[in-house]
């Protein structure tokens, strides 16, 4: 029961463009390397799924040059044994020269080979100046200047992928923005710790983000997660009706906040378990400027 909350601020001039929390919950035992920068190509930076028939894929990721994805599983009580892995549909927008809208309707003609998925997809394109009143932004405009774009598709959604309007969103396991009583939760905190970015240093902000992801408290009732995965979940409906899941077996395994700011430098914080033990994590911080 992953969760993804977001700011998508493309105009930004000060402060944060696009600031990220997410978790990635799953079974403690699927091996998983955490977040670095790839040995292959140290433009890209992610966790890597290392299970048999699926390494190589992972759930987020960045790039150097700008790019971002992040993809949650639709909770779906019966799923394909033989469909392609979802975690390629990441790596591959980061490795591919392609912008995300035209990936997404790509990915949407074989959307059928898949289970259920959400994807988003980033460009951060052009560092941002100092703000210059208007004439900035209409200087932009006149020299066909591509700004920051975001793009969301559902393979279950029966829609074709958009491009996302600035705001705050949220994502789970269900689509963008089903109001599941976690999901709202999640994103009021989101919503009311971003909000005090521009009084809190970068450090304080990632650790109250951080804190909004290990939120345990339990949303209940939770009627609309458990009709959407019936049988499948009712097994553990309280535990993963919190922003952070944990059972015996399965739960939140990484916290990740990811801070871009209006100047291109972004922020990369992964809390991640270690050796499938709930009592030991490690927290892992990279810094890098956009090449753009």
């Not at 079974?27 to 890209?44: H, K, L, V």
């Not at 992964?270 to 490690?282: G, I, P």
Request: with cysteine.
């Amino acid at each position: 029961m992953c969760v993804i909350f977001f700011q998508f601020k493309p105009h930004a001039f000060s402060a944060y463009r696009f600031i990220l929390a997410a978790n990635r919950d799953e079974y403690y035992s699927r091996p998983t390397e955490p977040a670095n920068f790839w040995g292959n190509n140290c433009d890209i930076l992610s966790g890597l799924d290392m299970e048999k028939g699926r390494e190589g894929g992972t759930w987020l990721g960045i790039s150097k040059k700008g790019k971002f994805a992040a993809l949650t599983n639709y909770l779906q009580p019966v799923i394909s044994l033989n469909a392609q892995g979802r975690g390629r549909l990441v790596t591959d927008f980061l490795t591919e020269e392609v912008d995300g809208l035209t990936y997404l309707n790509k990915v949407s003609s074989e959307g059928h080979l898949y289970n259920g998925f959400n994807l988003i997809t980033a460009e951060f394109n052009h560092r941002l100046l100092k703000k210059i009143g208007k004439v900035l932004e209409t200087l932009r405009k006149s020299c066909d200047i591509k700004g920051d774009t975001m793009c969301y598709y559902g393979n279950k959604s029966g829609q074709e992928p958009k491009t996302l309007e600035p705001g705050i969103y949220g994502l789970s396991n269900s689509l963008l923005d089903t109001p599941w009583k976690k999901l709202v939760h999640g994103k009021k905190l989101f919503t009311d710790t971003i909000k005090q970015s521009n009084e809190l240093s970068q450090e304080n902000l990632v650790q109250e983000l951080i804190n909004v992801l290990n939120n345990d408290e339990f949303q209940l009732p939770a009627p609309d997660i458990e009709e959407q995965g019936q049988d499948f979940i009712r097994p553990i409906l309280k535990e993963i009706s919190a922003l952070f899941v944990r059972t015996s077996s399965y739960g939140t395994r990484t916290n990740t906040v990811i801070l871009v700011d209006a100047k291109g430098h972004v922020t990369f914080t992964e809390r991640t378990m270690l050796n499938s033990d709930v009592n030991q994590w490690k927290v892992s911080s990279f810094q890098f400027e956009l090449e753009i």
